[in-house]
């Protein structure tokens, strides 16, 4: 009777840590930034095989952004500012969970897999992605307050022109790459000074890339996955 009682409790134990392992939970600080922002254009790239990739990432269930709450609250100024002059924000990735940070890492590991090369990274062997710091087993995205985005046109949706691609490996993104045009200059420019005046601060070596001044979790990795 004693070994079938411990059974059982072990059975209920492992039953429960697999029923909490397979619940999905948004923490209470995060929000679905689309109920701060209904307007705002969201284009996960990551949920789309438009990415460096070339394939959905692991993690990416759904075209929902996700951001800490303070992080959403600040981006809705952004919005409302740049709405004055007939322009808006577009959201490239928010919330990045550890599980497709992953992905990238063991995408990195697969040397041949160069589907999306000419692309994204046309000037960068594969074998040096992490060595130049362009893949790393750990992301501020999924500290919940970093954000990549664009400014796009209000009424055509089409995006401003920063000078080179979303996600494109290589000086071309870096903010201060000086061989782009006076208008990509100016609208870089524009981007990083209207992120800057609303609480976030900017990524030298990725024009699209901003993370909240005093995020609620500097120092925590979450892996909840994004879903509707």
């Given at each position: 009777?004693?070994?079938y009682?411990?059974t059982?409790?072990?059975?209920?134990?492992?039953?429960?840590?697999?029923?909490m392992?397979?619940?999905?939970?948004?923490?209470?600080?995060?929000?679905?930034?689309?109920?701060?922002?209904?307007?705002?254009?969201v284009?996960?790239r990551?949920?789309?095989?438009?990415?460096?990739?070339?394939?959905?990432?692991?993690?990416?269930?759904?075209?929902t952004?996700?951001?800490?709450?303070?992080?959403?609250?600040?981006?809705?100024?952004v919005?409302?500012?740049?709405?004055?002059?007939?322009?808006?924000l577009?959201?490239?990735?928010?919330?990045?969970p550890?599980?497709?940070?992953?992905?990238?890492v063991?995408?990195?590991?697969?040397?041949?897999?160069?589907?999306?090369?000419?692309?994204?990274?046309p000037?960068?062997?594969?074998r040096?992605?992490?060595?130049?710091?362009?893949?790393a087993?750990?992301?501020?995205?999924?500290?919940?307050?970093?954000?990549d985005?664009t400014?796009?046109n209000?009424?055509?949706?089409?995006?401003?022109?920063?000078?080179?691609?979303?996600?494109?490996?290589g000086?071309?993104?870096?903010?201060?790459?000086?061989?782009i045009?006076?208008?990509?200059?100016?609208?870089?420019?524009?981007?990083q000074?209207?992120?800057?005046?609303?609480?976030?601060?900017?990524?030298?070596?990725?024009?699209?890339?901003?993370t909240?001044?005093?995020?609620?979790?500097?120092?925590?990795?979450?892996d909840?996955?994004?879903?509707?």
């Open positions: 009777m004693k070994s009682k411990n059982t409790i072990l059975f209920l134990l492992l039953f429960a840590l697999f029923s392992q397979q619940k999905n939970e948004v923490p209470e600080m995060f929000v679905d930034v689309k109920t701060v922002i209904p307007d705002l254009n284009e996960l990551y949920y789309t095989s438009n990415n460096f990739v070339g394939d959905t990432i692991d993690g990416y269930h759904a075209n952004l996700y951001l800490t709450k303070p992080a959403a609250a600040q981006l809705k100024k919005q409302e500012e740049l709405q004055q002059y007939n322009l808006c577009k959201v490239y990735d928010g919330y990045r550890q599980t497709a940070v992953n992905h990238f063991h995408w990195a590991k697969q040397i041949n897999d160069t589907l999306k090369k000419s692309e994204f990274y000037n960068v062997n594969k040096h992605l992490f060595r130049e710091g362009y893949i087993s750990k992301s501020g995205h999924s500290r919940g307050s970093t954000i985005l400014i796009i209000g009424e055509t949706e089409v995006p401003l022109d920063m000078g080179s691609p979303y996600d494109f490996f000086p071309e993104s870096w903010v201060a790459h000086a061989n045009s006076d208008k990509q200059k100016a609208n870089r420019q524009l981007l000074s209207v992120m800057n005046k609303h609480g976030f601060r900017s990524y030298a070596k990725e024009w699209w890339h901003f909240l001044r005093g995020e609620p979790f500097p120092n925590t990795y979450f909840f996955k994004i879903e509707d």
